[in-house]
């Protein structure tokens, strides 16, 4: 593997110390997605806001219901709840 410059580390590490700030941002877009989508498409932003989740580290349990719920309302609640918690 070839080295890595000053530069290139530099982005990595702030990569890796704003990825809650930059999930969070995705999100909400997801969210707003969500409203919009419908049928196969709504499934596939489901399905990303999911991951999402997962990487956020939300509990499966309640992520799962928020997905099985297909309300993006619940889904724009926790946003904000997460949100708080950083603020």
Do not use: C, F, H
């Given at each position: 593997?070839?080295?890595?410059t000053?530069?290139?580390?530099?982005?990595?590490?702030?990569?890796?110390?704003?990825?809650?700030?930059?999930?969070?941002?995705?999100?909400?877009?997801?969210?707003?997605?969500?409203?919009?989508?419908?049928?196969?498409?709504?499934?596939?932003?489901?399905a990303?806001?999911?991951?999402?989740?997962?990487?956020?580290?939300?509990?499966?349990?309640?992520?799962?219901?928020?997905?099985?719920?297909?309300?993006?309302a619940?889904?724009?609640?926790?946003?904000?709840e997460?949100?708080?918690?950083?603020?």
């Amino acid at each position: 593997m070839a080295e890595r410059t000053k530069y290139q580390e530099k982005i990595i590490k702030n990569y890796y110390r704003n990825q809650d700030a930059i999930l969070l941002q995705k999100l909400g877009e997801q969210v707003t997605d969500l409203y919009l989508a419908e049928g196969k498409a709504r499934q596939r932003k489901w399905a990303q806001a999911a991951a999402s989740l997962d990487k956020l580290k939300v509990p499966a349990a309640r992520a799962q219901r928020i997905v099985e719920s297909d309300n993006p309302a619940l889904l724009a609640k926790l946003l904000e709840e997460l949100l708080a918690k950083t603020s």
